[in-house]
């Protein structure tokens, strides 16, 4: 067992122990008071924990939490660690999501939930009332910001043991929806308890905005996710125009994602190559198939309308805020490190490391590709040919991470 597997299956272990006892034990505290409305709360908790929002890791969010915080308030700790781990487990059992989530999902919500509950007691006077703006108002703030950071905390753990992404890496990336989405939430769990103490029933009030809220944040995630696969199928229309590079930059954002990492760079920046290399010859849109197609070497005013592409792909991609950060990387692909490149002539290190690295990734695949005018090298020969322009059109750091990268492909294609 490899040190990663081992350390996933002992933070699991840790949690799902941690978690199970704590329901154990509440199950013994349970506030029996109002047990009849608790299938409402699970019913409700059920609802939304069933249309969990993905984030751009592999972490997600759901409206759940603007239940788990009214509960806590209202029929205090106990309860509301019953009542979650119950619509958590049913949630996940109905969704089909494997035992292990089961679980997991329970247990982090049992530890986040306790230790919210023992900040709310340590800061809320003990008063008749379940909820007054003045005197709770806030505990109620620590005690969310407590819940948020440990279930935030305890999932991107996993999600980084699992997905073996550095945990800051995973808690950057997500950090910025997941607290926009939770502080967003936090007033309506304000309104739930402010609804329940005047009448227990009217809870179901809030069901509809929480659900157009819920839609809205979905949609939002949908349009981001559809308007990039629109763009990568218009980038793979255009490799295909020319049967010799159809899916060279699926190629190229495979290779490109190998140098970053073996640079070692961060999630985002591993992603940001990968993004950059499905795109980045999209503005050969631009080139008309005489020039794109044609089986001879082109003549000089076809060559400049050729090296037009880097920056028509950042016209096109420039109204689209996802592209943000890449769009150098797509608009620099062609620059050299002696500054013989286009469109700018950037030399060295003016020239951004993603854009760098798509230059390596770029042309290993044209020269391992077949060409109309010409046949493909071997991967042994294009690497050569990296070597020798290390330096001069290539930036000798990117080049040694290909080659290791290529290596340790290599020996895992050959096993
Ligand atoms: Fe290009």
Known sequence: MNKQKFL???????????????????????????????????????AFEMRPVSLDVKGQVTLGFALNLAILMIYGTWSSIIVTGIGSSMADIIGKRGWQKVIFNSSQYSISLLIAGM???????????????????????????????????????????????????????????MVLFLTSLAPLSLLLVILYTSEPFSVILIVPPLALAHKGFENYLKLRKQTRATIEHLADIVDRRDKYTSMHSTRVAVYAERIAKEMGLSYEQVENVSMAGKVHDLGKIGVRDSIL???????????EEMKKHTEIG???LQPLEMYKDVLA?????????????????????????????????????????????????????????LMNNKGTQF?????????KSWKKEKKHRER
């Open 119 to 177: 900040v709310y007691s340590k800061l809320s006077p003990v008063t008749e009332e379940i909820f007054s703006i003045s005197q709770h108002i806030i505990p109620f703030v620590f005690t969310a910001i407590a819940f948020v950071v440990i279930n935030f905390l305890l999932v991107a753990v996993i999600v980084s043991l699992s997905f073996e992404i550095a945990l800051l890496d995973v808690i950057k990336m997500d950090l910025g929806m």
């Open 314 to 316: 950042y016209y096109m």
């Open 329 to 385: 990387y797509v608009l620099f692909h062609h620059e050299r490190m002696d500054g013989k490149g286009y469109p700018r002539g950037l030399k060295y290190n003016s020239i951004p490391l993603g854009a760098r690295i798509l230059a390596v990734a770029d042309s290993f695949d044209a020269m391992t590709s077949d060409r109309l005018y010409r046949k493909a090298m071997s991967e042994e020969q294009a690497m050569k040919e």
């Open 8 to 46: 996933f299956n002992f933070y699991y272990l840790l949690v799902s122990i941690l978690g199970g006892l704590i329901f154990i034990y509440s199950l013994l505290k349970v506030n029996l008071d109002f047990l009849y409305l608790y299938p409402l709360w699970i019913v409700l908790f059920v």
């Open 395 to 403: 930036d000798p750091q990117v080049v040694e991470a290909f080659i």
């Open 293 to 303: 197609l044609k089986p001879k070497a082109l003549i000089d005013s076809e060559v």
